[in-house]
């Protein structure tokens, strides 16, 4: 296969799996298109590994090539064919790669946080890190300022994606709501299960949702530190996302009725 063949296999990954970044960064180059593409299809498969597949094996696998592409073996396959040529034309970092393995390390034997600290470590290693792949791709210009270790879009996005998900992952045992925040909102698990929706849990929820909305606010106020070229896409994909928070609202938090799968 060419290396645009294995690029065309990226992006029939995002296509399939996530209609919101393919629309938003199918609007870039071809050249970054095709490098967000390969970074998303290696954020789909170590989460599928564990989220579908419930494999520590196949996750295992995943960093055991990794492993192999960081010494310049690159795994002869079309995704990392694919990574090695984004590699060569962005200076990228392994570092945020290896930290969503971890994040799905987490999933495997899951406990629901302690804390809100605990909620936003977690939605670090499997949304922010994420980010950190993608900064050298879509701010070239701008990918050591320290100042972009600020935005949390992805954080803010995992956050809706929990708040979006809330009794889908329930019936996959998984509570994200702290333990803290619903005993600070004397909220039980036993109403969450039963769908109360009353002012405990709305306060609850907007507590969360607050949290969400003033990470995507900041990360608006940064977008200049984004290529111009990148600018559109971001935002695209920001809204889309920060839309689902007013969606359940304007349905009265019948969360139930909004939900639509996936939880990454």
């Known amino acids: 296969m060419s290396l645009n063949d294995d690029y065309k296999q990226c992006k029939k990954i995002i296509k399939q799996n996530s209609k919101t970044f393919y629309?938003?960064?199918?609007?870039?180059?071809?050249?970054?298109?095709?490098?967000?593409?390969?970074?998303?299809?290696?954020?789909?498969i170590t989460d599928d590994s564990i989220d579908i597949h419930k494999s520590p094996k196949k996750l295992k696998i995943i960093k055991i090539k990794l492993d192999d592409f960081k010494v310049g073996k690159t795994p002869d396959e079309p995704l990392w064919r694919a990574l090695k040529d984004v590699f060569n034309k962005y200076n990228m970092k392994l570092k945020p790669f290896y930290e969503m393995i971890q994040g799905q390390e987490m999933d495997i034997q899951f406990k629901q946080p302690q804390t809100q600290?605990?909620?936003?470590?977690?939605?670090?290693?499997?949304?922010?890190?994420?980010?950190?792949m993608i900064i050298p791709i879509i701010a070239s210009k701008n990918s050591e300022n320290p100042k972009l270790k600020n935005i949390k879009l992805g954080e803010a996005m995992q956050i809706t994606n929990?708040?979006?998900?809330?009794?889908?992952?329930?019936?996959?045992?998984?509570?994200?709501?702290?333990?803290?925040?619903?005993?600070?909102?004397?909220?039980?698990?036993?109403?969450?299960?039963?769908?109360?929706?009353?002012e405990r849990f709305i306060n609850m929820w907007e507590y969360e949702?607050?949290?969400?909305q003033k990470m995507y606010d900041q990360f608006y106020e940064m977008i200049d530190y984004f290529d111009k070229d990148s600018q559109k896409p971001l935002i695209t994909s920001a809204k889309l996302y920060n839309k689902i928070l007013n969606n359940i609202r304007k349905n009265n938090y019948e969360i139930i009725k909004t939900n639509n799968g996936g939880k990454k």
């Not at 629309?23 to 789909?44: D, G, P, Q």
């Not at 909620?119 to 499997?126: D, E, G």
């Open 23 to 44: 629309k938003a960064f199918s609007m870039l180059n071809t050249e970054k298109s095709n490098a967000i593409y390969a970074v998303y299809s290696y954020c789909r």
């Open 117 to 132: 600290e605990d909620l936003m470590k977690y939605c670090y290693y499997v949304a922010g890190t994420v980010g950190n």
């Open 162 to 198: 929990i708040l979006r998900d809330i009794y889908e992952d329930l019936q996959n045992g998984r509570i994200y709501i702290p333990k803290e925040i619903m005993k600070k909102f004397k909220y039980t698990e036993e109403e969450l299960k039963n769908k109360i929706i009353d």
């Open 209 to 212: 949702a607050k949290i969400a």
